[in-house]
């Protein structure tokens, strides 16, 4: 598997999410991909740290096999959402290692701006990251609603998600997707 992508998002309408989504949209057809959306899986299996429940170990195994790993979370109190705190919980160790990683962030405002470097990278460090790419952090003014897509993405977020992912290890389409931006 090339990419899993982490919607670490509580929210079914989530910024955060729909710019993960975005992420996906830049990579080739070809390109397999995995999407865990985190408030999908087991909360009681999460809360217990229940690494053998079926859900779980699926999930841990598709991180396992990922080369680029895409995380998004929106950002609460100046750090990352507790769903995806304890989802990263369960991961082994060095779950991280020999991955490229890519952080999204989302947040009311831009006081919350280095909350990925601060808290998130950290933890992905432990994880075994080595290749974290250009993390990236857009405020809610920098997203537009939309009836199909919940939210896009205005075009000086776009610009920044290519810049994260020119340096990551898959191509990505000649013609990206990621001019749906408003």
Avoid: C
Wanted: charged fraction near 20%; aromatic fraction near 4%; glycine fraction near 4%.
């Amino acid at each position: 598997m090339a990419i899993v992508a982490l919607a670490g998002s509580p929210s079914a309408n989530s910024r955060s999410t729909a710019l993960l989504r975005h992420v996906l949209a830049a990579f080739p057809d070809t390109t397999p991909r995995t999407e865990i959306v985190l408030r999908d899986l087991p909360a009681a299996a999460l809360v217990r740290a229940d690494v053998d429940d079926a859900a779980i170990r699926q999930a841990r195994e598709q991180v396992a096999a990922a080369r680029l790993v895409v995380i998004a979370t929106p950002i609460y109190k100046a750090s990352y959402s507790g769903l995806l705190k304890t989802f990263l919980d369960l991961l082994p160790q060095d779950a991280l290692r020999g991955k490229a990683v890519l952080a999204l962030g989302t947040g009311g405002s831009a006081a919350h701006l280095l909350a990925l470097d601060y808290a998130l990278k950290p933890v992905l460090s432990a994880l075994g990251a080595r290749h974290i790419l250009d993390t990236v952090y857009a405020v809610d003014a920098q997203f537009t609603p939309h009836p199909l897509h919940g939210h896009v993405a205005h075009d000086e977020v776009v610009q920044r998600v290519a810049r994260a992912l020119a340096e990551g290890p898959l191509p990505l389409r000649a013609a990206s997707p990621l001019a749906l931006a408003a």
